[in-house]
């Protein structure tokens, strides 16, 4: 018992970093991918940006940007991304969500957001990016195993959402990839509380 615990704590404090590694040469192709989580406090807030930090290693060339609904920033999530040896950005706001409203997550996306335009800004991007928005697979949401687009001729031409699927997209949060210069050419764009849940 004695020699696992020991070998338990051996492997744990000298962890090595399992980090998606591409030549430079690939990784100059490559372009900057920023996701963006909202967290709030709860029992399971640890695991689950645990869980999704060691997804993320895999992912070359990414920026995480991690909004804590709080007053201030908390060591629990600083450490834990700190520890993760990801490239990220730590904010906090609070949510003051009016009693009718049903959206979560607003203010943090939001902020995000904004602090996204003035990074973006600060960048020189002369590229004509063709594709400007994406839509890819999400496991377990919604009650289903995988949510997905139906593609028809390299169109998508609907999806198979449970969720609400009347919606006019039914996309979940976590499958939406948007080409970054569309948040800098439309800096009115923004998440909102006047709108359902499910239809931002």
């Known amino acids: 018992m004695a020699m696992i615990l020991f070998v338990l704590i051996f492997m744990y404090s000298n962890r090595p970093t399992f980090q998606c590694q591409f030549s430079n040469e690939v990784s100059s192709y490559l372009p900057t991918i920023y996701g963006i989580t909202p967290t709030y406090?709860?029992?399971?807030q640890k695991a689950d940006l645990t869980r999704l930090s060691q997804t993320l290693m895999l992912v070359k060339n990414f920026h995480w940007i991690v909004v804590e609904d709080s007053e201030k920033k908390t060591k629990l999530v600083e450490n834990l991304l700190k520890e993760?040896?990801?490239t990220y950005t730590h904010l906090n706001v609070?949510?003051?969500?009016?009693?009718?409203s049903t959206a979560s997550g607003v203010e943090q996306r939001n902020s995000a957001l904004e602090?996204?335009?003035?990074h973006l800004l600060k960048i020189e991007d002369k590229k004509d990016e063709e594709n400007k928005q994406g839509r890819v697979p999400v496991g377990i949401v919604g009650g289903m195993r995988v949510e997905m687009p139906i593609v028809t001729d390299g169109k998508i031409t609907g999806f198979n959402a449970v969720w609400k699927p009347f919606r006019p997209f039914?996309?979940?949060?976590a499958g939406f990839a948007i080409n970054s210069?569309?948040?800098v050419e439309h800096a009115e764009a923004k998440f909102s509380r006047n709108v359902q849940s499910g239809f931002q």
């Open 94 to 100: 609070k949510t003051h969500k009016p009693k009718q």
């Open 170 to 173: 039914p996309v979940d949060m």
């Open 41 to 44: 406090a709860r029992l399971a």
């Open 181 to 183: 210069t569309l948040f």
């Open 115 to 118: 602090w996204l335009r003035k």
């Open 84 to 86: 993760s040896n990801l």
